[in-house]
Nanobody
């Protein structure tokens, strides 16, 4: 069982910045890919960003490209999300996710086996 411990988030005005971090622990295998999804009230969970450790390949949703930066430490199974130029539409619960193999589509929640509890990010206008 892999546990994901998240920290960060909070309340910020539009144009501001927040950061999130997520550390994976437990299990007897390494993680293949870690990422972030978000879910706003009344909306489906959507992909935000992910990092695949092999080749340190990074992926972003178009809606956050240029504003958010994902980074990580493979040895520590830790991933970070720096969020700049935040907009009210970025308001959501942000979930850390962990994939243990290459199965599935990286932007699909189904590709990730483990999930964090999700810190709240609120951006006021």
């Amino acid at each position: 069982q892999v546990l994901l411990a998240e920290s960060g988030g909070g309340l910020v005005q539009a144009g501001g910045s927040l950061s999130l971090s997520c550390a994976a622990s437990g299990g007897t295998f390494g993680t293949y890919r870690m990422g972030w999804f978000r879910q706003a009230p009344g909306k489906e969970r959507e992909f935000v960003a992910a990092i695949r450790w092999i080749g340190t390949t990074i992926y972003y949703a178009d809606s956050v490209k240029g504003r958010f930066t994902i980074s990580g430490d493979n040895a520590r199974n830790t991933v970070y999300l720096q969020m700049n130029s935040l907009k009210p539409e970025d308001t959501a619960i942000y979930y850390c996710a962990c994939a243990v193999n290459a199965g599935g589509t990286r932007t699909s929640a189904n590709a990730y086996a483990y999930w964090g509890q999700g810190p709240q990010v609120t951006v006021s206008s």
